[in-house]
């Protein structure tokens, strides 16, 4: 038999204190707390702050902060990317881009009937000549949508992805 914090006697089926340095850790695989009830990814809170926690017929939406606005290129495409899976999106982003041809969008987003295209930029970065070009080539396309996404448009992507 096992004493609790207090003293008292535990029995083997009773439930077990953790330690509070096992408290402080977080078992999460890649940033994923494990599956909600309807199955989808849910975020860990320690890894993953800046993503709402999935509740059955909530919106998902959290206002931009200052932080989040001040972010860089590489964090808004994890932010976005980490939602999309969230909410069920297949997505792709080619990272060795420097033997394709430029201006291609960051992100490819896929989900039943709709295809997205979505060229990532910081507040203060700027749409480059070949981008604009290729934006406006899939813009002609019926079927796509094409966004430029900044920071400050957070709930519209949530909008956009929910």
Known sequence: MRRDRTGELLEDDDVHLVPAAAQDMHACEGGWAGEDDDGRPTPC???????????????????????????????????ITDYATLTGWRWHHQRLSKQSRPGWPDLTLCRSSRLIFAELKTERGTVRPEQTAWLHALREVPSCEVFVWRPRHWALVQQVLR
């Open 45 to 79: 809170r320690t890894c993953r702050p800046h993503l709402p926690a999935a509740r059955r017929g909530s919106r998902l939406i959290v206002p931009p902060s200052a932080g989040t606005l001040a972010m860089s290129e590489a964090a808004w495409q994890t932010m």
